[in-house]
């Protein structure tokens, strides 16, 4: 059972206050790109997990655990144990979302594998765990996974993991610079509330985020220029603090024309939105010729979430 499933980038991260489980509250408004880990499982004597490159990529995936603590493995446990199975699968996983990027692969992984393991194990004609399920149990796993399970365009809500669908027109065309060596999701978000202490506004005290609507007008009308100045992400202060040398990929895709420009989540990757295909294709080549990125890939979206192929 082999499962596609796409890279996010948040089109706006608000950050609100720390809760007492030491999460922030978000309004975090995801959109799935074609970026895609495949996800292969198979009935195995044991559990097994295999990690590798996607043909064509370039992904470094020696930090990915290729154990039982990966993040998909232990999706199959919890499927598993909801249909009263063995978790017996041999997990393949072939990457070509960025390690460590904030662009939530290792949840996507985790998302594939719960729609793989259903699949595969829940061979009733009623299927117990519907998609719906499978969105409820990604957010056991981790606060991007249901994001990953749904695909498209979400605003998610809670600690991100409470998803309504947004509408949008069209497509949109995105350019990502990816950087060597990933970022740590945590140490992003302890630097977040760090600055914050710092700039007097207490981390407990931060005002609630909210959606922002000319956001959302933008994404109902397919306005990408509109879109690309509504984009936002809270967390980017901290990624540019942890990492000073974003600032310079963010400004050289400004320049080169892009009409947005971001720190995709945690980072460090950084996004940039383009007004058509043409653009993107132009604007990936000069970011390219400019030397400031490890890799540059093009994406649009927003497309479906984990999808058997
Ligand atoms: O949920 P997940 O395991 O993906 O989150 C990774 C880390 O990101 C958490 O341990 C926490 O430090 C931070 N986080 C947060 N608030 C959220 C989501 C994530 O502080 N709403």
């Not at 909801?82 to 072939?94: E, K």
């Not at 207490?202 to 994404?219: D, F, N, Q, Y």
Request: aromatic share 4%; with cysteine.
């Amino acid at each position: 059972m082999t499962v596609r499933v796409p890279a996010k980038v948040n089109l706006q991260l608000g950050v609100g206050p720390i809760r007492d489980d030491g999460y922030h509250d978000l309004v975090n408004v995801f959109h799935a790109v074609s970026l895609f880990d495949e996800v292969t499982v198979e009935p195995a004597a044991a559990p097994e997990v295999r990690v590798q490159a996607a043909p064509y990529s370039r992904v470094s995936v020696a930090d990915v655990p290729a154990d039982q603590d990966n993040l998909a493995a232990r999706a199959a446990r919890l499927v598993a144990g909801r249909l009263g199975v063995d978790a017996h699968a041999a997990i393949r996983i072939r990457k070509a979302i960025p390690v460590a990027g904030g662009m939530a692969g290792g949840s996507a992984d985790a998302a594939a594998a719960l729609v793989a393991c259903a699949r595969l194990w829940d061979d009733r004609d009623e299927p117990v765990l519907d998609r719906a399920s499978l969105v409820e149990l990604g957010a056991e796993l981790g606060s991007d996974v249901p994001f990953a399970v749904l695909g498209g365009t979400a605003v998610g809500v809670g600690r991100g993991e409470r998803l309504t669908p947004a509408l949008t027109r069209g497509t949109f065309h995105w350019v990502f610079a990816t950087a060597d060596g990933g970022l740590s999701t945590p140490a992003v978000y302890a630097e977040c509330d760090r600055l914050r202490a710092e700039e007097g506004t207490e981390a407990g005290g931060a005002p609630a985020a909210r959606v922002s609507e000319p956001l959302m007008t933008a994404l109902a009308t397919g306005d990408a220029k509109g879109l690309g100045a509504a984009l936002a992400n809270d967390l980017q202060p901290a990624a540019l603090a942890l990492r000073p040398s974003l600032g310079r990929v963010l400004d050289a895709g400004r320049e080169l024309g892009a009409v947005g420009a971001l720190v995709s989540g945690s980072g460090p990757t950084c996004a940039f939105l383009a007004e058509d295909e043409e653009d993107a294709a132009d604007l990936a080549e000069a970011l390219d010729g400019a030397g400031v990125a490890a890799q540059v890939l093009r994406a649009y979206g927003p497309v479906p979430g984990a999808t058997v192929v």
